[in-house]
């Protein structure tokens, strides 16, 4: 990457169906792989790098819920699905040789380590990549909402969604072929016009503390190094 990196700290939301790839359950070795690359990458630029992993490729609440199960006991197996793949994505980082530390929202000393912001902020400062697993915690809340809500603890100066489609669109690009991508929307339009692009806890969250939100294709090769460099070309990127 040329030039001095736009950011200095990012949070990176990824969902869980993400870590899929071609799989229809579970988590792609490809996948955690590419991703491992394309966040040593940025962390090489000297980007602080913290991650927020969602669980739906192993078990979803609300999806629980629907088919009976009790929600709260739905959700707890999400979160834990989350640590699943926070540990996943360590092992991943870690063997292309970035540091890496799991932190959960529910205690479980023995796999990983407690959240704790000061300590999160640590590792950051460290060049080690932070991964906060378990959402946040609680019932009800989507990892959406928990990646804005760490976002906003830790200082993020930015905080990705990596989707499956290059940013935000006036409608679904795959059904409607005039479909047309924003360059930039506030939360406040992207709220009122129902574009779906997170649940509206987290979209309040980030319109109230003013993050800057960067909606893009994760797919894309060497899309998060262009973004952090300041390419405004790639993705819809969302503000207060
Ligand atoms: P520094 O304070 O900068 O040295 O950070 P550090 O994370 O290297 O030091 P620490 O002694 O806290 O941790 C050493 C290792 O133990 C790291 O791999 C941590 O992720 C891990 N670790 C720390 N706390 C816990 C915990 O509560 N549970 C688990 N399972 N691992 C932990």
Do not use: W
């Not at 530390?101 to 479980?108: D, E, G, H, P």
């Not at 795959?174 to 987290?202: C, F, I, N, P």
């Amino acid at each position: 990457m040329s030039g001095k990196p736009a950011f200095q700290r990012i949070l990176l939301k990824l969902s869980g169906e993400a870590l899929m790839g071609q799989l229809n359950f579970g988590i792609s070795p490809d996948v955690t792989s590419f991703l491992a690359h394309e966040i040593k990458g940025v962390i090489e630029s000297g980007v602080q790098v913290a991650l927020v992993v969602g669980g739906g490729n192993i078990f979803r609440g609300e999806g629980l819920a629907r088919a009976g199960m009790d929600r709260v006991t739905g959700d707890h197996m999400g979160m834990l699905a989350t640590v699943i793949n926070g540990l996943a994505l360590q092992d991943a980082i870690e063997r292309v040789g970035v540091p890496v530390r799991v932190q959960s929202a529910l205690r479980i000393n023995e796999v990983c380590e407690d959240y704790i912001r000061r300590k999160a902020v640590r590792h950051l400062e460290k060049g080690r990549v932070v991964i906060f697993s378990a959402g946040t915690g609680n019932p009800f809340f989507t990892t959406d909402s928990a990646a804005a809500l760490r976002a906003i603890e830790i200082n993020a100066d930015l905080m990705l969604k990596a989707t499956k489609v290059d940013g935000i669109y006036t409608a679904d690009p795959k059904k409607h072929a005039d479909a047309r991508r924003y360059e930039e929307l506030t939360y406040d339009e992207a709220l009122s016009k129902r574009l779906g692009v997170m649940d509206q806890t987290a979209m309040v969250l980030c319109r109230d503390h003013g993050v800057r939100l960067c909606v893009y294709d994760m797919d894309r090769p060497g899309a998060l190094q262009a973004i952090i460099g300041g390419d405004l070309s790639i993705g819809t990127r969302v503000h207060t």
